[in-house]
């Protein structure tokens, strides 16, 4: 009867390990797909060239900390992934009426970004069900902080056209060092 029992508990682990490790293998794929959706879509909003805007250059200054993507455990991949989307899709709430960009783009941008949050809030369920998960608060401290500085820049440049087409570099930089740490959600 105890037998019996531990091979049932046994056969449950295995497959239950076997899904996650399945869904982390879609959730790269899924990510990669949105991710380069994403980057097109930035592509395509036709705002001021960038070279007439070099007056108006910035380095926000990614955080060091987190520029090493090989670092991070899944977990931590999936919670850094997940703020820096969180930030973008906020960045992108605002007031970009001065761009001149196509508004279908705006809100296809929107749709790949929400796609991408909603997936990332269940596997982020997952995570935080495991008793052994800890995460470190200074990670999403720094990522707050450099994403408040490009609103802050926005603010300050009156959301001008030259500053949103630096911001919108800046994020196409985001999504190249997103698809470095989407990476580490394989198995």
Same mark, same amino acid.
């Given at each position: @009867?105890?037998? !019996?029992?531990?091979?049932?508990?046994?056969?449950?682990?295995?497959?239950?390990?076997?899904?996650?490790?399945?869904?982390?293998?879609?959730?790269?794929?899924?990510?990669?797909?949105?991710? +380069?959706?994403?980057? %097109?879509?930035?592509?395509?909003?036709?705002?001021? =060239? =960038?070279?007439?805007c070099l007056k108006d250059k910035k380095d926000f200054k /990614? =955080?060091?900390?987190?520029?090493? =993507?090989?670092?991070?455990?899944? %977990?931590?991949? #999936?919670?850094? #992934?997940? %703020? @820096?989307?969180?930030?973008?899709?906020?960045?992108? !709430?605002?007031?970009?009426?001065?761009?001149?960009?196509?508004?279908?783009?705006i809100e296809n941008f929107y749709i790949q970004l929400s796609?991408?949050?909603?997936?990332?809030?269940?596997?982020?369920?997952?995570?935080?069900?495991?008793?052994? /998960?800890?995460? !470190?608060?200074?990670?999403?401290?720094?990522?707050?902080?450099?994403?408040?500085?490009?609103? !802050?820049?926005?603010?300050?440049?009156?959301?001008?056209?030259?500053?949103?087409?630096?911001?919108? @570099?800046? #994020?196409?930089?985001?999504?190249?060092?997103?698809?470095? +740490?989407?990476?580490?959600?394989?198995?």
């Amino acid at each position: @009867m105890i037998n !019996r029992c531990i091979l049932q508990i046994a056969l449950l682990l295995c497959f239950s390990t076997t899904a996650l490790s399945i869904s982390y293998n879609l959730l790269r794929f899924q990510q990669r797909s949105c991710n +380069l959706a994403c980057q %097109e879509l930035l592509w395509k909003l036709n705002g001021t =060239p =960038p070279q007439n805007c070099l007056k108006d250059k910035k380095d926000f200054k /990614f =955080p060091e900390e987190i520029n090493q =993507p090989q670092q991070f455990q899944k %977990e931590d991949a #999936i919670l850094v #992934i997940h %703020e @820096m989307l969180q930030q973008i899709f906020d960045i992108f !709430r605002k007031n970009f009426s001065s761009t001149g960009w196509n508004e279908t783009i705006i809100e296809n941008f929107y749709i790949q970004l929400s796609q991408q949050h909603d997936r990332l809030e269940t596997a982020l369920k997952e995570i935080m069900e495991e008793e052994n /998960f800890t995460w !470190r608060d200074t990670t999403t401290l720094l990522l707050k902080k450099y994403y408040s500085q490009i609103t !802050r820049y926005l603010k300050a440049k009156l959301y001008s056209s030259c500053a949103w087409t630096v911001v919108q @570099m800046e #994020i196409l930089r985001n999504f190249f060092f997103l698809n470095r +740490l989407i990476n580490c959600l394989q198995n």
